[in-house]
């Protein structure tokens, strides 16, 4: 096979072997991609999630009043699961925050699925009920 290749300025012509003509196709799709990528990364640095977390985005501080209410929505759940038992509250916390299967909770505390489900649901009532008391929040 013949290929051209630039050397200098000046465009050669070679005969070379089938390998070696793959061999430089390969190379120059990988020139190719290459560039692609240094286009999409104008400014040189690499993608990651660094320079999207600090600039892709503005930075969030939280006002006072945020932190304020976000203290208060926590209080009141907290309030909620005190009027829980130990047991209600650690497999609802373990459903709720784990993502644990009634299955796997069953496993873990040593019970059925369905004391499980039973537990999670009174707590579910709880908060429903809590909630019913505050229908435009």
Known sequence: MEVTIHYN???VAVEVTLEVYEFLDRADHKAE?????QRRHWDGR???????ATEGVGIYGETPEDYLC?????????????TCTEAQRRRF?????????????????????VS???SIDAVRKKFL??????PNE
């Open 9 to 11: 300025g000046q465009a």
């Open 33 to 37: 991609n290459l560039s692609h990528e």
């Open 46 to 52: 690499e993608f990651d999630e660094y320079i999207v």
């Open 70 to 82: 976000r203290m208060e929505t926590l209080g009141e759940l907290m309030a909620v699961l005190d």
């Open 93 to 113: 916390l373990l459903y709720a925050l784990d993502g644990l299967t009634f299955a796997e909770i069953g496993t873990v505390c040593g019970c059925s699925k």
């Open 116 to 118: 499980v489900y039973e």
């Open 129 to 134: 009920k809590f909630f019913a008391n505050y």
